[in-house]
């Protein structure tokens, strides 16, 4: 088995591709579209780059598979089912709840369906999923959001925004469905009961003290050396520091844009009459109200 990741630099979003070197069955993990919120333009700088492995390699593209739905970039996994059909896209059955929310959060269109049908699987918690020759198994890892799923494929896991390299963390927990006990549950009763050998493929690295990127450990090394939530941590403590800190954070810089599009499975806005597509952003008048009276 063997894994390449992708680097988005502008969202430090780590993308990965697997695959089974024999037969060439391969998976996709976590695919970006990049995304000017300011020219509204999309570039397909990475589809480009993981088609030309995909071809380099002779790879047979089973699976597109979502750890969440992201908050901090476009999925492209609508970009992979037009060159690759038959590719299947999957997300955890439990993103039926982000849709909900996000539906009442962004006012969508009465029409918007939550029942999860924009994906083609909907995976359930700790499913068995074959990928031709490749085994992946889907753990529940909720917390940052309460649809994550990391996926464990051989003795490799990845974590999406559950856990990043020891030296940064774990995902932030505040956003609607985030728990930061969850995630800790996550952390320690799932992803830490797997082998300490176990490879760690990590959703983001955000390079904290302008280090080079790093995306892969073990669980071994997280369980000693992760920054917030070591084998050691309680979950009191880890609570109080995770629910402290995101109390501090900003909102992602495509939170709406990313949100809009993932939780419809990657499908881009319709177009209009016009034939252009938009967004929607919300438009907090707050502190107008509060002037005008
Ligand atoms: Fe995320």
């Given at each position: 088995m063997k894994v390449e990741h992708f680097y988005d630099q502008e969202t430090n979003t780590l993308t990965y591709v697997v695959w089974d070197t024999q037969t060439r069955d391969a998976v996709l993990i976590d695919p970006v579209l990049g995304y000017s919120p300011i020219t509204g333009k999309i570039d397909i700088n990475q589809f480009d780059a993981v088609c030309s492995l995909i071809a380099e390699k002779g790879l047979q593209l089973r699976w597109i598979f979502e750890t969440h739905a992201h908050a901090d970039h476009i999925s492209a996994s609508q970009l992979y089912k037009q060159r690759f059909p038959q590719a299947i896209l999957g997300i955890s059955e439990h993103i039926v709840a982000v849709q909900q929310v996000f539906k009442i959060v962004l006012s969508l269109d009465a029409a918007f369906d939550t029942s999860g049908s924009q994906f083609d699987v909907l995976i359930k918690d700790g499913e068995c999923l074959s990928a031709g020759t490749l085994q992946i198994q889907a753990l529940p890892t909720p917390g940052h959001t309460p649809a994550c799923l990391s996926f464990h494929i051989g003795d490799h896991v990845f974590t999406g925004d559950a856990l990043f390299m020891e030296d940064y963390g774990t995902g932030r927990c505040d956003f609607p469905g985030g728990n930061a006990a969850a995630l800790y549950h996550s952390v320690?009763?799932?992803?830490?009961?797997?082998?300490?050998?176990t490879h760690v493929w990590v959703?983001?690295?955000?390079?904290?003290?302008?280090?080079e990127m790093l995306c892969q450990t073990t669980i071994g090394a997280q369980k000693k050396a992760?920054?917030?939530?070591?084998?050691?941590?309680t979950e009191d403590t880890f609570v109080a520091f995770r629910q402290g800190r995101d109390a501090g954070l900003s909102t992602p810089r495509l939170l709406y844009a990313s949100i809009q599009v993932n939780i419809a499975g990657g499908h881009l806005p319709e177009p209009d009459d016009s034939g252009k597509r938009y967004l929607k952003m919300p438009f907090n008048a707050d502190a107008w109200v509060s002037v005008a009276g």
């Open positions: 320690h009763e799932v992803l830490y009961s797997l082998p300490d050998e959703g983001h690295d955000y390079q904290p003290n302008g280090r992760n920054i917030q939530l070591s084998e050691a941590t």
